[in-house]
């Protein structure tokens, strides 16, 4: 079983940088597919970013593309999330999620990934 705890969030204004992560345990962190999600009130949970098991590749929701950025450390189980130039329509609960099988749905969809953690609230003020 694999247990996803975020931290990181809180309330920024339009224009700041924050970053989140997501610590992970139970598992083989190292094997795993890492993604980042969102969801506003009232929206689905929408795909942020997503970095493939040896974190060379990354991919991006236009949205966010060229403002966040996602890594991970292997040697701590945590995957991060950097967002800078943050706009109000960044607000949202932030949820990391981890794809431990291959199961043929695109690294956008939220069926690809098996494990959610509990999220944590970013707010940008205008």
């Known amino acids: 079983q694999v247990q996803l705890v975020e931290s990181g969030g809180g309330l920024v204004q339009a224009g700041d940088s924050l970053s989140v992560s997501c610590a992970a345990s139970g598992g083989s962190f190292g094997t795993y597919r890492m993604g980042w999600f969102r969801q506003a009130p009232g929206k689905e949970r929408e795909f942020v970013a997503t970095i493939n098991r040896s974190g060379t590749i990354t991919h991006y929701a236009d949205s966010v593309e060229g403002r966040f950025t996602i890594s991970r450390d292997d040697a701590k189980n945590t995957v991060f999330l950097q967002m800078n130039k943050l706009e109000p329509e960044d607000t949202a609960v932030y949820y990391c999620?981890?794809?431990?099988?291959?199961?043929?749905?695109?690294?956008?969809?939220?069926?690809?990934?098996?494990?959610w953690g509990q999220g944590t609230q970013v707010t940008v003020s205008s």
């Open positions: 999620a981890a794809g431990t099988v291959v199961n043929g749905f695109s690294y956008t969809s939220i069926k690809r990934y098996d494990y």
